[in-house]
């Protein structure tokens, strides 16, 4: 997502109450039916081409394989008025670190270069379904992570939250998620498209979107907002078997509040799952031509939004931003094991410090 003010409204009391009721009730599921294979996988090539997904599924997408046979993959998951192709450079990274790297493009997404629409329950489903298609076909693949930024962490947490296994039934499909500046609390990012939407055309259509992906609002139509929220299925989340969670966000993060990472951080934790937070600081002079962070300061005013020293929301396509940076080097350290499995740990990313932590909590 890009250029949606921040603003913090809370949901009507009255459809927050008829939401929550709903997911204390044990009623919301979602159904994840897996794409149906077209094509042979090979698990192997040249890391630097970027191959068409519907060569090798019903659903759209790239992906992108390692020189050698993989033991790990990854599927991202892309954000608002994104789609896979802004993912060209992390998939070869991730090749290029020995990953078979998948970016689906959710069923039922516009077509560019607007990419409108929030489906957020197809989206998971593309997302479950990738990662059982590549497990499958590629023996060598033993771990199974799942990355996603902004609207993709809407995604990728539903994905984690439906429960989805491998092959045996049993064995979770995803061994850890990582949660980057994610649109976790749905509720509360429809609110805030809806209030700034009147005087932004960016927010509006978000509101809009979220609202045709709901059939209504969430007083109209509370089932379907709650079986998206992130937020509210943090049960499921933490119920689905995943080893951990890293969630990396600017805490001057002008289009999905710092707060939601921490709301979500906050329930996994007292479900019992361990969640490492990375709290970004201080921004790098390197800027994305096109593709400019959002701060609360840039919202306000794009002078004062080049002065502020802060990080704001990273482009997912994002070399250089801070924010990307942290992710991919957290997304390796899972998979090669460097750094210590999520256990609860408060780090803070600066520009000016490095990586500072794990603090007390």
Same mark, same amino acid.
């Given at each position: /997502?890009?250029?949606?003010? %921040?603003?913090?409204?809370?949901?009507?009391?009255?459809?927050? *109450?008829?939401i929550t009721a709903l997911a204390l009730a044990g009623g919301l599921t979602l159904?994840? *039916?897996?794409?149906?294979?077209?094509? =042979?996988? &090979?698990?192997?090539?040249?890391? %630097?081409?970027?191959?068409?997904?519907s &060569?090798? /599924?019903?659903?759209?997408?790239?992906?992108?394989?390692?020189? #050698? #046979?993989?033991?790990? /993959?990854?599927?991202?998951?892309?954000?608002?008025r994104n789609d896979s192709s802004s993912w060209a450079g992390h998939l070869t990274e991730a090749a290029q670190h020995g990953l078979l790297a998948v970016a689906p493009d959710y069923t039922g997404l516009g077509a560019g270069p607007d990419f409108r629409g929030w489906p957020a329950?197809?989206? %998971?489903? +593309?997302?479950?379904?990738a990662a059982q298609h590549f497990l499958a076909s590629c023996s060598t693949i033993t771990k199974v992570e799942v990355l996603?930024? #902004?609207?993709?962490?809407?995604?990728?947490?539903l994905a984690v939250a439906a429960k989805a296994t491998r092959a045996d039934g049993v064995t979770p499909l995803f061994d850890y998620w990582v949660d980057v500046e994610g649109a976790t609390n749905w509720?509360?990012?429809?609110?805030?498209?809806?209030?700034?939407?009147?005087?932004?055309?960016?927010?509006?259509?978000?509101?809009? +979107?979220i609202?045709?992906?709901?059939?209504g609002t969430p007083l109209t139509a509370p089932a379907a907002f709650a079986s998206r929220d992130v937020l509210l299925r943090h049960a499921d989340v933490a119920g689905s078997g995943i080893k951990g969670v890293v969630m990396i966000h600017s805490v001057e993060d002008g289009l999905v509040p710092y707060d939601q990472s921490r709301e979500l951080a906050t329930a996994l934790r007292l479900d019992g799952r361990k969640v490492d937070v990375y709290s970004v600081l201080r921004r790098t002079g390197d800027r994305d031509p096109g593709h400019d962070q959002t701060t609360l300061t840039s919202d306000a005013s794009a002078t004062l939004g080049d002065m502020d020293p802060f990080s704001g929301? =990273?482009?997912?396509? &994002? #070399?250089?931003?801070?924010? /990307?940076?942290?992710?991919?080097?957290?997304?390796?350290?899972?998979? +090669?094991?460097?750094?210590?499995?999520? +256990?609860?740990?408060e780090f803070v990313v600066d520009s000016g410090l490095g990586t500072v932590g794990p603090l007390p909590l």
């Open positions: /997502m890009t250029r949606l003010r %921040a603003f913090l409204p809370t949901c009507p009391r009255g459809a927050r *109450a008829a159904g994840l *039916a897996p794409a149906t294979p077209v094509g =042979a996988t &090979s698990c192997t090539g040249t890391p %630097a081409t970027i191959l068409s997904l &060569s090798e /599924m019903s659903i759209g997408g790239t992906y992108a394989l390692p020189a #050698s #046979s993989p033991t790990a /993959m990854v599927v991202f998951g892309h954000g608002y329950q197809a989206g %998971a489903a +593309d997302v479950v379904a996603g930024v #902004s609207m993709g962490g809407n995604m990728t947490g509720i509360e990012t429809w609110a805030e498209a809806t209030a700034v939407g009147p005087g932004n055309a960016y927010a509006a259509g978000a509101a809009a +979107d609202q045709a992906e709901a059939g929301h =990273a482009w997912e396509g &994002s #070399s250089t931003h801070i924010v /990307m940076k942290t992710a991919m080097a957290q997304l390796f350290a899972l998979v +090669d094991g460097t750094e210590p499995a999520p +256990d609860n740990q």
